[in-house]
């Protein structure tokens, strides 16, 4: 049984790792911010010329809510900014920057890491005619055992 991805979920959260990435990156460039500044982050990422789509977004107020969770997993209110949280632990020495990686390395680290969370028959495809399928692996769930098709994907200004 081949699980299939659920696109609308695949579209959430490609907004949330949106959010995530503008908040690390304005704490990363201004070191503070406020809330709009992360609204404006949003229109220039994920709008598609329509200025519908970010009052779509923002009309919701479950929506404004869920952003204002994600910005307080990293950061903490200091007045009216939003600063890095401090009481968050910070990568290692020994992190791996990903954004470095070629893109046959990274889905040898994605490779290694399905495999520390319990997948089995880990087999990376890669190369042509591999119809986007990087990896394909097994997990036992309950009595079943379940396979699986990944896509790997890693970018400069981001990585999924």
């Known amino acids: 049984m081949w699980c299939v991805v659920n696109l609308k979920l695949l579209h959430q959260w490609m907004e949330v790792a949106v959010i995530i990435i ?12 406020v809330l709009e500044d992360v609204y404006f982050e949003l229109v220039n990422s994920l709008c598609d010329g329509n200025p519908k789509t ?3 977004i923002l009309e919701d107020e479950s929506h404004q809510k869920d952003i204002e969770n994600l910005i307080a997993n990293y ?3 200091d007045g ?3 600063v890095e949280r401090k009481d968050i632990s ?3 020495e020994d992190a791996i920057d990903i954004s470095i990686l070629s893109g046959t390395d990274f889905e040898i680290l994605v490779q290694s890491l399905l495999k520390e969370e319990g997948y089995e028959n880990v087999i ?4 042509a005619g591999d119809l986007s399928v990087d990896i394909i692996a097994s997990k036992r769930q309950q009595d079943r055992l379940l396979h699986y098709i990944f896509q790997c994907k890693r970018s400069h200004s981001f990585c999924i």
Do not use: D, R, T, W
Request: aromatic share 10%; net charge positive; proline share 4%.
């Open 75 to 77: 950061c903490q209110k």
């Open 90 to 92: 910070k990568p290692n």
């Open 22 to 33: 503008s908040v690390l990156e304005l704490l990363n460039s201004k070191g503070k911010f």
């Open 54 to 56: 970010i009052a779509q």
């Open 124 to 127: 990376k495809m890669g190369g």
């Open 80 to 82: 009216q900014y939003y």
